[in-house]
């Protein structure tokens, strides 16, 4: 409870409340102790006690508001270092100027106190003293011996005339009062000038006993305001049995000569207290200076501190705002004080931070409906087939839509802001392409240019338009993939070909074959032995190309037809397999089947999917054959995800020599072939069926290993 109290006591307004009472006491009670310097000794520790309270008050909140001076300059705070100049420029200003006055006012108040002691003053009041007290010794040896000469006449007058007698003297001296007294203290009889005092005024115990003894009495006694002079003698005895008398008298003081006598006898007792309370007061007066200039000095210095602080809060704000401001925070706004140039400055601050919002939410509402624009935009290029990307006047990619990264097998989005020539680095096509934009560049107009590249899978074409951007600020180029477009027209130019040929060729085949058997069976039994043989040769030659005829016929047939696909879920490895098993009866030809962890189904045609099979089985068999190398085929299968769907991959690898490097993008086109015999549609037939089953297919040589015939088709589970 008690470090609860300190602590509560020790913060907020309470330290300072405390030290204005204080302060207000101590000027109270040094005001005192000036006005009255017979209090300045019973003041003096109550003075010092409640200074140095002050002093540690002062010196408490001082401290407290240092510390955290210091506090903020470690922390490096905004405006620390500004306060701490400030304070250190008051506090050396303080210190200077408080030294001076400080040394000047105790030189100052030694010698003004020494001055008091004067020794001319001192002789002087002496000789005033002096002066006032022989004045006084006249006047009052005059009126002794008047009052002895009453006492005379008193002395030689009868007791019943005394009263009418002492009346008349009493008139004629100009006595306040005169009186006749027994030694035994009783009064005989007065007479008193002043009709309001009715009881006559008893000279005390020690002026009868001095008369008693012999001796006259005469003195200067207060009375009120005023000064009086009393004097007593003893009535001479008219015979020794008469009882002892005595006269009493007083006499007025002038009141002029009791002014300045009075005066006088003041001034003289200040001016010994004084000097006796001299090497004191000066030690009291200097200490009683210290403590207040020591006081003054830290109550300056803690002013200095928070006249300081006070002048750098609004700078203080001011930076804290700029930061705010420099976070993004443009909501901030400062209270302005005063009408001064700081007050002026946050204002200022304030208005300009008002501007910065409004500019914020101008540009976020251009930035939304820009982010409207872009997204619209980007939606629809995302929906495009088309490849379109943007590059500006330096050649750099800034915008590409997902078509153009599938087209290319780049992901372009990944390598936005990167300059042509860096993604040219990225692979030979890509180089291509690029030559050709930049070429293109150097154009202010329009242009349009068909690209071929050598892709795995065979030969892709592009078709690309480039548009210049307004303001010369860079190109559009929108580009297609024609591949499919492409082969769809050259198929169906080559199966307009090859249906007319089957229909031209096919109709007179049968006629020559029917020819050559009936000349076969009529005239070889009518030649001669030795040239029957030779007849036999010859028809039966012209039997097999007439049959050779009749197969390529077929195949250009089944070329150039489209039939209706009689699509079916199959299993895969099923599918596989009862095909293999048709060409395991020559034990030198080795299969090999490498099944699919998962039960793939696939949808497809299939009379039209195994003539596929049959078509790539042949063809690796008769490739191997020709080569002289044995036949060892390896077919595999599995799910792959490709473009986010599922597929289904069929491989078929055999060990020959591989397909040539001239030939491997034309494999799949009508009438390509690297066999020494056939017409050169067995692949082109494959790629018809596979693209009308919604797939694709592409060869690979295996390098040494020999080469493949990959199948891709749209998996859906069953």
């Known amino acids: 409870m008690a470090i609860r109290l300190i602590r509560r006591l020790s913060t907020g307004t309470a330290p300072y409340f405390s030290l204005a009472v204080l302060l207000l006491v101590l000027a109270y009670l040094l005001s005192a102790a000036t006005q009255d310097k017979s209090r300045l000794n019973d003041l003096f520790l109550l003075i010092f006690g409640i200074g140095v309270i002050c002093l540690i008050l002062l010196a408490v909140l001082l401290t407290r508001g240092l510390y955290r001076l210091y506090r903020d300059f470690r922390r490096k705070a905004a ?30 108040l030694q010698r003004g106190i020494n001055s008091w002691f004067d020794v001319q003053v001192e002789q002087a009041l002496n000789d005033s003293l002096e002066l006032s007290r022989n004045a006084f010794g006249i006047r009052m040896r005059t009126l002794l011996r008047q009052t002895r000469m009453m006492a005379g006449v008193l002395s030689e007058l009868p007791d019943s005339s005394l009263g009418n007698n002492l009346r008349e003297l009493n ?84 009141d002029q000569l009791s002014v300045l006598g009075k005066n006088v006898q003041d001034a003289y007792t200040d001016y010994k207290e004084l000097s006796y309370l001299r090497q004191p007061l000066v030690t009291i007066f200097t200490l009683t200076l210290s403590l207040i200039v020591f006081l003054t000095v830290l109550a300056s210095i803690w002013f200095a501190v928070w006249i300081s602080q006070r002048i750098v809060a609004p700078l203080q704000a001011l930076a804290e705002g700029t930061r705010a401001v420099a976070s993004g925070n443009y909501n901030t706004q400062l209270t302005a004080s005063g009408h001064d140039e700081i007050g002026f400055l946050v204002r200022s601050f304030n208005q300009m931070t008002q501007r910065l919002t409004q500019a914020r939410n101008a540009s976020q509402r251009s930035h939304r409906l820009l982010e409207q624009q872009t997204s619209y935009l980007t939606t629809v290029l995302g929906s495009l087939s088309s490849g379109v990307i943007t590059i500006d006047k330096d050649l750099y990619l800034r915008t590409a839509n997902m078509a153009s990264s599938s087209i290319l097998g780049v992901n372009l989005q990944q390598r936005l802001e990167s300059s042509l ?23 202010a107009r329009g242009w349009e240019q068909q690209l071929e590249f050598n892709q795995s899978k065979g030969r892709q074409t592009l078709m690309l338009h480039g548009t210049p951007l307004p303001g010369e600020s860079g190109w559009v180029v929108i580009f297609d993939d024609i591949t499919a477009l492409i082969q769809a027209q050259r198929h169906a130019a080559w ?17 020559i074959q029917l020819s050559a058997e009936r000349l076969q069976h009529k005239y070889v039994s009518l030649v001669p032995a030795d040239q029957a043989d030779t007849l036999n040769k010859l028809t039966e030659t012209i039997v097999q190309q007439v049959e050779a005829m009749k197969e390529m016929v077929n195949e250009f047939s089944d070329y150039a037809r489209s039939p209706t696909l009689q699509l079916e879920w199959l299993a895969v490895g099923d599918l596989l397999r009862d095909v293999l098993t048709l060409y395991q009866s020559n034990p030198a030809h080795q299969f090999t089947l490498l099944n699919s962890p998962e039960n793939l189904q696939v949808q497809v045609d299939r009379n039209r999917f195994r003539q596929v099979l049959h ?104």
Do not use: C
């Open 171 to 254: 008139r004629l001296s100009g006595a306040l009062e005169l009186s006749i007294w027994r030694t035994d203290g009783r009064i005989v009889v007065s007479s008193i000038d002043n009709p309001a005092i009715i009881v006559p005024d008893r000279p005390d115990d020690a002026i009868i006993r001095q008369i008693k003894q012999g001796e006259d009495y005469i003195g200067l006694d207060p009375k009120d305001d005023d000064l009086q002079l009393r004097a007593a003698v003893r009535i001479p005895a008219q015979s020794p049995l008469d009882e002892e008398r005595l006269l009493h008298v007083l006499f007025p003081v002038n």
């Open 421 to 443: 020539d860096t993604l040219g680095r990225l692979n030979d096509n890509l180089q291509t392409f690029i030559l050709l934009i930049k070429n293109h560049t150097l154009e």
């Open 495 to 511: 199966g307009e070909v090859a249906r007319r040929l089957a229909h031209e060729i096919k109709n007179p085949l049968t006629p």
């Open 79 to 108: 405006g620390s270092r500004l306060t701490l100049r400030l304070v250190s420029l008051f506090v050396l200003l303080i210190i200077g100027s408080t030294s001076i006055v400080y040394g000047f006012s105790v030189h100052f």
């Open 615 to 718: 078509n790539l089985l042949k063809n690796a068999i008769e490739a191997s054959e020709e080569a002289g190398m044995a036949v060892d085929i390896v077919i595999s299968y599995h799910a792959v995800r490709y473009q986010h769907r599922r597929w289904l991959e069929i491989t078929v690898n055999d060990q020959g020599p591989g397909f040539p490097e001239e030939m491997i993008n034309k494999l799949f086109e009508p009438y390509a072939t690297t066999k020494t015999r056939g017409t050169g549609l067995g692949l082109a037939i494959v790629k018809k069926i596979i693209e009308e089953h919604g797939g694709d297919v592409w060869a690979e040589n295996l390098g040494d290993e020999g080469a493949g015939i990959i199948i891709r088709l749209p998996l859906e589970d069953a």
